[in-house]
């Protein structure tokens, strides 16, 4: 057993190397910028290490835990620890925040708070994943909604402000619903308040109280993830969002809604689970083709890509639903896939528009010759995210598919349903996004506000493309290079269903 306090210094590094930077001066933006690209890099190559030398994958309990009392007043305790859950996503957020800083290199207005709220989400986002008691867990989730509201008001298109309240109504008012779920938990059947994950996984209620409880918190989640009706916040925060909170949007934020389920709803409440499930795989499939028919009728390019994130969720959800491995690993592998495919994308349209000054498909047209560099990258992101085989997206999909039609909870006749749904949504996919390619690249019409100087990609830009299509591609032709991670945890939750 490890006794040093890794996790304590990866969740509180970068927030603590953030309150360093009022001291720079208020003209050294080229020091700022390098100094929180170090700290984002520095707390990436510490999080592989860790990953590397005290992480065991094929142990699916919790290791590395840390227990420190922080409140005497009600017991509550600092429990940190991972599992194969949530190393995955702990190690997306690394890298996708690193990619996130570099890409915000061009934003000048006021970056000393800027890089600052960078910073305090990187923490905030690994503090969630790491977090072993739930109401910790609420704490980091709603410490993640205050740099993302401000980096929205202040560095956002012209209906900022809109879209931050929406974002912050929407995210918040979801959030309530995990602490009053947390304490109905912590305090039923004693009269102590027990708030740690282990704990309350070994604790059963009646069937009525855990329906309550699984709804609850489902609401919350299907905030984040987002869930059909609940998901309008997600493409205006896109649509006004600088692309590179776009990133750390799409690529983390969407994929805490998706963790809270298999670490919350899945784990502690498996009854209720088994019950919703079927519910569950009908939402995702419906999701699949609404938010894909939606994104087509999108003029903005950040919505198309936003009703986009919101499709690929769908199988996410379809996965978790189908308890079986397959498609329970499917639904994690998704949430890693897109997590570095929509992080591109995004990125890849915050590039187009420093060239193009505009982000409307029908003033796009015809610059393919311009910009090849851009063209390419742009084109590759969007066959990633229509599952090219080869490509992350389509394995996790595939293995989505797989979990559905393998799963004895179903009938033959559901399982034909969902799967033709699921079918017409991977056919709606290559239509908005190569429609888009088409607007955006192909044609005659070059847009008015074009920029002439300095047309291409850059380095800088190049370089986050191909460190996002480097995992998809290595990904998808080997994908037990992360299929491992989380493999002998879902075995061990699934058995839960099972006994």
Same mark, same amino acid.
């Given at each position: ?30 020091? !700022? ?9 520095? &707390?990436?190559? @510490? ?10 994958? *094929? ?15 009600? *017991? ?10 949530? !190393? ?36 905030? $986002? ?81 069937? &009525? ?52 389920? !298999?670490?919350?709803?899945?784990? @502690? ?28 009728? $999108? ?28 498609? @329970? ?30 982000? =409307?498909?029908? $003033? ?10 851009? =063209? ?6 969007? @066959? ?37 749904? &699921? ?32 047309? *291409?990609?850059?380095?800088? &830009? ?38």
């Amino acid at each position: 057993m490890n006794n040093f306090p890794w996790l304590t210094i990866i969740v509180l590094l970068p927030v603590s190397a953030g309150l360093i930077i009022p001291v720079f001066p208020i003209k050294g933006n080229n020091l !700022i910028r390098w100094y929180t690209l170090g700290v984002c890099l520095l &707390e990436f190559l @510490l999080i592989i290490y860790v990953f590397c030398y005290h992480f065991k994958s *094929d142990n699916q309990f919790i290791q590395l835990k840390e227990d420190y009392n922080w409140i005497n007043f009600f *017991d509550f305790h600092r429990r940190l620890g991972i599992d194969g859950f949530s !190393i995955g996503l702990i190690l997306l957020t690394g890298s996708i925040t690193t990619l996130a800083t570099l890409a915000a290199w061009p934003v000048t207005r006021n970056p000393r708070l800027f890089y600052f709220l960078m910073l305090a989400m990187y923490s905030g $986002q690994i503090g969630l994943f790491t977090s072993q008691d739930i109401l910790l867990f609420f704490f980091m989730w709603e410490l993640e909604l205050i740099p993302v509201y401000l980096l929205l008001c202040i560095w956002g298109g012209k209906r900022r402000l809109y879209a931050a309240t929406k974002f912050i109504l929407y995210t918040a008012g979801g959030s309530i619903f995990i602490l009053m779920g947390a304490f109905s938990m912590g305090f039923y059947g004693s009269n102590q308040l027990t708030l740690d994950l282990q704990t309350l996984s070994n604790k059963s209620y009646p069937i &009525e109280l855990e329906i309550i409880l699984y709804l609850g918190f489902f609401i919350a989640y299907a905030v984040k993830l987002p869930i059909f009706p609940l998901h309008t916040w997600l493409p205006d925060t896109h649509g006004e969002a600088h692309y590179s909170t776009c990133m750390l949007l799409a690529g983390i934020l969407l994929k805490m809604g998706g963790y809270g389920i !298999i670490r919350i709803n899945m784990e @502690l409440l498996p009854n209720a689970h088994s019950i919703f499930a079927p519910w569950i795989v009908i939402i995702g499939a419906m999701q699949i083709v609404y938010a894909a028919l939606t994104s087509f009728g $999108q003029r903005n390019l950040k919505r198309r890509i936003a009703y986009s994130s919101v499709s690929h969720m769908g199988f996410v959800l379809i996965g978790i639903g189908s308890m079986t491995d397959s498609g @329970l690993n499917g639904a994690i592998l998704q949430m890693i896939s897109h997590g570095l495919i929509g992080a591109a994308l995004s990125s890849s349209a915050g590039t187009s528009y420093d060239r193009t000054r505009t982000l =409307f498909l029908d $003033q796009m047209g015809g610059t393919a010759i311009y910009m090849p560099k851009i =063209f390419t990258m742009f084109s590759s992101f969007s @066959l990633a995210s229509l599952a090219l085989p080869g490509m992350s997206g389509f394995l996790a999909e595939f293995s989505v598919f797989l979990g559905i039609i393998i799963s004895n909870k179903y009938s033959f006749n559901f399982k034909i349903l969902v799967t033709m749904i &699921e079918a017409i949504g991977i056919i709606l996919t290559p239509i908005y996004l190569l429609s888009m390619l088409r607007q955006m690249f192909y044609g005659y019409k070059v847009s008015k506000f074009f920029i002439f100087s300095n047309i *291409d990609a850059g380095p800088r &830009e190049l370089f986050i493309s191909i460190c996002s299509i480097f995992p998809v591609i290595g990904i998808g032709i080997y994908p037990n290079s992360v299929l491992y991670l989380w493999n002998s945890k879902v075995n061990f939750l699934l058995s839960k269903f099972l006994s």
